[in-house]
C-alpha cells in the first residue's frame, strides 16, 4: 500500500484522466468525486474506478469535453443533459440551479439525462443537504439483478440514497443499493472465500445460495428485502428512466458497448425546503427525533462510520493498494 | 359471514360513522375509503376498522364535522389541513389542488397536517395515477417498530405506497408497511397460532422469535430487509413529520389519548407528470418495462392480486364477519 494525501489523490486521478481525453471541467468534477470516496473510506468507489473511466473514454462512449445544458422544464423540475459525460459534472452544473429552484418552489426536481454514472449517491445528497435542503437521489444501471420471484435480472444495483440537514452536525444521509448486496461487496466476499448471507443472490442455475463465487460466476443478485425491495427497486426504475425520459436498467445493458465503463443513463434528485412546512423549528424538530432515537441501546445513525472515516482520512491521508496506483500510472504514461 | 353488496358495504359504514357524529361529507368520504378496501379484499383496512374509528368520535379525539382548508405555501407546495378530522376528507379535497398544481408544475407535494389516518395508501395513490400522475404516498403512525440494531421502537408501520399509471390498464401502485410484516398480520398469525419469519419482530425481552403470539405479548416488530429498511422507516419519518411539521410516531404515541382509534399525524404525498420529462413516448416506454419484467417466469406486478379481488368482488360483493357486523350494529343502534 501506498500513502497518499488526499491531494495527492486527486493528483493521481486528475492526471489520468486528463492524460485521457478530459478537460479540465470534467476531470476536476470526476477527481473531485473520487477524492470524496477515499476521504470517506468508500475506496470502491474512489481511485479503484479511474480504471474504468478510462475505458469508457478511450472506446468513446464518454467525452471528456462535453458541457451540461440545464433547462427549466417547469419552474420546479429542470433537465439536466449531461451530453454523453461523465456525471460529476452534470451534477456539479445542476447543483445551484436545484437549490435555487427548491429555494422558490420549496419542493423541485433534476433528472439528469445522457450521463455516465460511476460514483456513490451520498456526494449529491450532500451537496444539498449543505444548502439545508433534504434531498433524495436514485439512479438505475444495469441489469444484474432480478425482481422477488424471478431468475433473470432486470434491474440495477439502483441505489437509492437521502439526506437530512442537520446545521451545523454532518446531515443524516443513507445511500443504499436496493440489490441485497452491492456487486462489489459480493466479489470482495468471492475474493476473501466468504460466504453472504441467504437472500443476496443466486447461482447461475437460479437456485438461491450463499456462496459468494457462485453469484459471482454467472449467478445473479436479489433485491434486499423480499418483495418490498423487489418494489423499491421497480420505483428507482420508474423514478430514473421513466420519469425522466432515459434508458431502464435492461435499456442500458442492451444499449452498452460492454466496454466496463459506466452505461449511458440517467438519475432523479429531488430536493426539499424543510423550512416550507416544517416549521421554524423544523431543525429542533428533527434534532428531537434523532435524540430519540440515539437514546436507543444498539442505534446508530446511517453514514456514522463514514462521517469517522472522514474525519481519520482528512486528518491522515489514505492508503491506496500499489497494484491500483501502478495500473493508473500506466494509464497516465501509457496515453501521452 | 354475511354477504353484502359493496353498496350494502357503504351503507353501514355510512350509517354508523353518521349516528356517532360524523356529517354527510365525512361519512361519505370515511365510508368510500372503507368500502374501496373491502373491494379490493383488504378487509383490514374495511369494515372492521369502523368500531377504531368510532371509537376516535366517541373519545372527542377526533371531529366527525370539520372541513380540510387547502393553503398553497408554494405553487408546488399544498397544506392540506385536516383540522382534528379522518384523512379521507382531507385527501378527498387536497386531491384536484395536488393534481393542478402537478399538472402545471410537473412535480408538486401536498403535507396533509392534523388528520387522524387509518386505510391503506393506495386509495390516494390511485386517485392521482388515475390522473395520469406519478404517485408517492407515506405517513408515520404510533411507536410499534424497532429500529435495527435496537430494541424499543420508534417507527409506526410507516407505510409507503408508490404508483405508476398505464393508461387504461390498472396502474401499477405497491403499497407496503416498512414494518417486516403488518402488525394486523402478526395478530391473524398468533390467533391461527402460525409462526412467522424470522426478522419479523422481537418478544417482549428483546430477543428475536418467529413466535407470533410472543410479539403481540409486548414484544416488537422490526422493519424489514434490516438496516436498509430501518433507513426507508427514518426516510417516512422525516418526509410524513419533519418536511411537514406534524408528529414522528413517537410524538404521536406520547400525544395520543390511546383510545384505540388512529392517532392525529400527517401524511406526505407527491406527485409527478411523466409527461412533462418522459417523452411523448412516456405511457409506451414504461410498458416496455412491464412487458420485459413479465416476461421472466415468476414474476407478477405488485397490485396484481388487489386487481383480481376487486374484480370479484365488484361483481359479486363481499363476505363480512357477523361478529363484526354485530358489533357495528350495535355502535350504530346504541349511538341513537
Given at each position: 500500500?501506498?500513502h497518499l494525501?488526499?491531494?495527492?489523490v486527486h493528483?493521481v486521478?486528475?492526471?489520468?484522466l486528463?492524460a485521457?481525453?478530459c478537460?479540465?471541467?470534467?476531470?476536476?468534477?470526476v477527481a473531485?468525486?473520487?477524492?470524496?470516496?477515499?476521504?470517506?473510506?468508500?475506496a470502491?468507489?474512489?481511485?479503484?474506478?479511474i480504471?474504468?473511466?478510462?475505458t469508457?473514454l478511450k472506446?468513446?462512449?464518454v467525452?471528456?469535453h462535453?458541457r451540461t445544458t440545464?433547462?427549466?422544464v417547469?419552474?420546479?423540475?429542470l433537465?439536466?443533459?449531461?451530453?454523453?459525460g461523465?456525471?460529476?459534472?452534470?451534477l456539479?452544473?445542476?447543483?445551484?440551479?436545484?437549490?435555487?429552484?427548491?429555494?422558490?418552489?420549496g419542493?423541485?426536481m433534476?433528472?439528469l439525462?445522457r450521463?455516465?454514472?460511476f460514483?456513490a449517491?451520498?456526494?449529491?445528497i450532500?451537496?444539498l443537504?449543505?444548502a439545508?435542503?433534504?434531498?433524495?437521489?436514485?439512479?438505475?444501471?444495469?441489469?444484474t439483478v432480478v425482481?422477488a420471484?424471478?431468475?433473470?435480472?432486470?434491474?440495477?444495483?439502483n441505489?437509492?440514497?437521502f439526506g437530512?440537514?442537520?446545521?451545523?452536525?454532518?446531515p443524516?444521509v443513507f445511500?443504499?443499493?436496493?440489490a441485497a448486496?452491492?456487486?462489489?461487496?459480493v466479489m470482495?466476499?468471492?475474493?476473501d472465500?466468504?460466504?453472504?448471507p441467504?437472500?443476496?443472490?443466486?447461482?447461475?442455475?437460479g437456485?438461491?445460495?450463499t456462496?459468494?463465487?457462485a453469484?459471482?460466476?454467472?449467478?445473479?443478485?436479489?433485491?434486499?428485502?423480499?418483495?418490498?425491495?423487489s418494489?423499491?427497486a421497480?420505483?428507482?426504475?420508474?423514478?430514473?428512466?421513466?420519469?425522466?425520459g432515459e434508458r431502464?436498467?435492461?435499456?442500458?445493458?442492451?444499449?452498452?458497448n460492454?466496454?466496463g465503463?459506466?452505461p449511458?443513463?440517467?438519475?432523479f434528485l429531488?430536493?426539499i425546503d424543510?423550512?416550507?412546512?416544517?416549521?421554524?423549528?423544523w431543525l429542533d424538530h428533527?434534532?428531537?427525533?434523532?435524540?430519540?432515537?440515539?437514546?436507543i441501546?444498539?442505534?446508530?445513525?446511517?453514514?456514522?462510520?463514514?462521517?469517522?472515516?472522514?474525519?481519520?482520512n482528512e486528518a491522515?491521508?489514505?492508503?491506496?493498494?500499489?497494484?491500483?496506483?501502478?495500473?493508473?500510472s500506466?494509464?497516465?504514461t501509457g496515453?501521452?
Open positions: 500500500m501506498t494525501s488526499l491531494s495527492d493528483d486521478a486528475y492526471t489520468c486528463t485521457n481525453g478537460d479540465h471541467e470534467n476531470a476536476t468534477a473531485d468525486t473520487v477524492t470524496l470516496a477515499e476521504r470517506d473510506g468508500a470502491g468507489h474512489g481511485l479503484f474506478r480504471p474504468g473511466y478510462i469508457a472506446s468513446g462512449k467525452d471528456g462535453v440545464i433547462e427549466h417547469t419552474p420546479s423540475m433537465r439536466a443533459d449531461g451530453h454523453g461523465f456525471a460529476p459534472l452534470a456539479a452544473t445542476a447543483r445551484d440551479p436545484l437549490v435555487a429552484a427548491t429555494r422558490t418552489q419542493i423541485a433534476a433528472g439525462v450521463v455516465h454514472h460514483a449517491l451520498w456526494v449529491e450532500e451537496a443537504t449543505s439545508g435542503l433534504v434531498a433524495f437521489a436514485c439512479t438505475a444501471y444495469m441489469p425482481p420471484g424471478g431468475t433473470e435480472p432486470i434491474y440495477g444495483t441505489p437509492l440514497a437530512w440537514p442537520r446545521g451545523d452536525q454532518p443524516m445511500d443504499m443499493a436496493t448486496m452491492a456487486r462489489g461487496e470482495v466476499a468471492a475474493r472465500g466468504h460466504p453472504v441467504e437472500g443476496v443472490g443466486l447461482d447461475k442455475d437456485n438461491p445460495t456462496d459468494a463465487q453469484i459471482v460466476d454467472g449467478g445473479q443478485l436479489l433485491p434486499f428485502g423480499g418483495y418490498k425491495g418494489g423499491i421497480m420505483m428507482v426504475e420508474l423514478l430514473a428512466a421513466g420519469v425522466i431502464f436498467s435492461f435499456e442500458a445493458g442492451d444499449a452498452d460492454k466496454d465503463g459506466p449511458r443513463g440517467g438519475e429531488l430536493a424543510p423550512s416550507k412546512m416544517g416549521g421554524d423549528d428533527g434534532e428531537k427525533f434523532f435524540a430519540r432515537y440515539l437514546r441501546d444498539g442505534t446508530r445513525l446511517p453514514g456514522t462510520r463514514r462521517m469517522s472515516h472522514r474525519a481519520a491522515n491521508g489514505v492508503d491506496v493498494n500499489d497494484d491500483l496506483l501502478a495500473k493508473i500506466d494509464l497516465t496515453a501521452t
